[in-house]
């Protein structure tokens, strides 16, 4: 079965600094890959998705990135932090099931 | 647009009583539906799925849904809630087109009192 790792857990990081948050996944090969961003403890925001190495789909333009640099790791990045981007950061995994599987989350606090 | 809508934001239940958390879609087709669970600071756990058959679909936990194609809907259920089935539920749904999105809705609150 799938398991999907992301870190690190929480993550406290000052305004203008820069950001690396990495998923890896174990258990399946050539999955799909997402980046959902959810604030204040609701609505979940699709940032971007991932059907193969280097092909990144953007849902909203914004001040993050990511990349896909091997088959089982998906990675997102900024190059300076805003306040909006606070939030919890969760990355997903789909491989022929058609349900996603989810990592347990980043919470990042900009401050 | 593509949208899931989940029209109430907190469902409160007693213990025991049955649960209906609401969800409707407006995706073109024959979407994929899924409802998912989060408990605080956790990531989303899967609950199940409808993709073809049976509108009455069982999933974990003793949770059902029932999809309604003509009123473009999957609502959650339970026949008894427990005070343990407090947490967020999500209903996502995923078209059946090659973009492979998955679409969520913004959440219901499910707060069961004992």
């Known amino acids: 079965s799938q398991t999907i790792h992301q870190w690190p857990a929480t993550l406290v990081q000052p305004v203008g600094s820069p950001l690396s948050l990495e998923c890896t996944v174990e258990?399946?090969?050539?999955?799909?890959l997402y980046w959902y961003r959810q604030a204040a403890g609701r609505g979940l925001q699709l940032l971007f998705y991932s059907v193969g190495i280097g092909q990144i789909s953007s849902e909203v333009p914004q001040n993050l990135s990511a990349s896909r640099p091997q088959d089982r790791q998906f990675i997102l990045s900024s190059k300076k932090l805003l306040l909006s981007d606070s939030g919890f950061y969760l990355c997903?995994?789909?491989?022929?099931?058609?349900?996603?599987?989810f990592g347990q989350g980043t919470r990042l606090t900009v401050v | 647009a593509q949208s899931v809508a989940q029209p109430e934001d907190q469902v409160n239940v007693a213990e025991g009583n049955p649960l209906t958390v609401k969800c409707t879609y407006s995706?073109?087709?024959?979407?994929?539906l899924f409802w998912y669970v989060q408990y605080p600071n956790r990531g989303l756990q899967f609950l199940l799925k409808y993709i073809t058959g049976d509108n009455l679909v069982k999933g974990s936990y003793g949770f059902e849904a029932e999809f309604n194609k003509s009123q473009t809907s999957f609502h959650l259920k339970k026949p008894s809630a427990l005070v343990s089935d407090s947490a967020l539920y999500f209903c996502a749904v995923r078209p059946r087109d090659n973009t492979d999105k998955l679409i969520f809705g913004t959440g219901t609150r499910l707060q069961v009192f004992p």
């Open positions: 997903a995994c789909r491989h022929l099931n058609t349900e996603a599987f």
């Open positions: 995706v073109s087709g024959n979407p994929y």
């Open positions: 258990g399946t090969s050539n999955p799909n």
